[in-house]
């Protein structure tokens, strides 16, 4: 599998919004794709899944935070404006597409023996690491945060 994910234009994804708890924002799987430049051959199952999946660690690893706003008053993530702007929603959906793309970058990974495939999990690795990087420090971003702090959590 191509790692690059390079994005085909006749590929059909699921326009339609992917609910996500009250608090935060709904993943969409075309803004995903069409922004990760998601690998054509991926099935719209697959990419669901993993969205899912990254909504779900994304919640998770920002629970504590999300009490704090709610005890603030703020019913869910775009009421809480960052200096007046809908900031906090975008670092979200950055935190959640990137581990998304992580996820997919590493089921991507072959497992054969040969040096070029053991070059391209390296690879694969390094890629997926990097936008796992990136989720953390949308994160720490959310939370006012240093992104070091958030990756040992």
Do not use: H, K, W
């Given at each position: 599998m191509n790692c690059?994910?390079?994005p085909d234009p006749a590929q059909q994804r699921d326009p339609a919004d992917i609910p996500n708890a009250a608090f935060w924002p709904a993943l969409n799987m075309t803004?995903?794709?069409?922004?990760?430049a998601i690998d054509a051959a991926l099935d719209n199952a697959?990419?669901?899944?993993?969205?899912m999946i990254a909504a779900a660690a994304t919640n998770r690893r920002l629970a504590t935070w999300q009490s704090q706003q709610?005890?603030?008053?703020?019913?869910t993530l775009a009421d809480d404006q960052l200096?007046?702007?809908?900031?906090?929603?975008?670092?979200?959906?950055?935190?959640?597409?990137?581990?998304a793309k992580a996820d997919l970058v590493r089921r991507s990974i072959s497992t054969g023996r040969r040096e070029d495939a053991?070059?391209?999990?390296?690879e694969a690795t390094d890629l997926a690491d990097h936008y796992q990087a990136q989720a953390?420090?949308?994160?720490?971003e959310i939370q006012n945060q240093s992104a070091t702090g958030v990756w040992l959590i």
């Open positions: 690059s994910f390079a803004t995903f794709c069409d922004q990760y697959m990419i669901r899944n993993a969205l709610v005890a603030a008053g703020f019913s200096g007046g702007a809908d900031i906090l929603p975008q670092l979200y959906l950055a935190a959640a597409y990137n581990t053991e070059a391209a999990a390296r953390t420090a949308a994160l720490a």
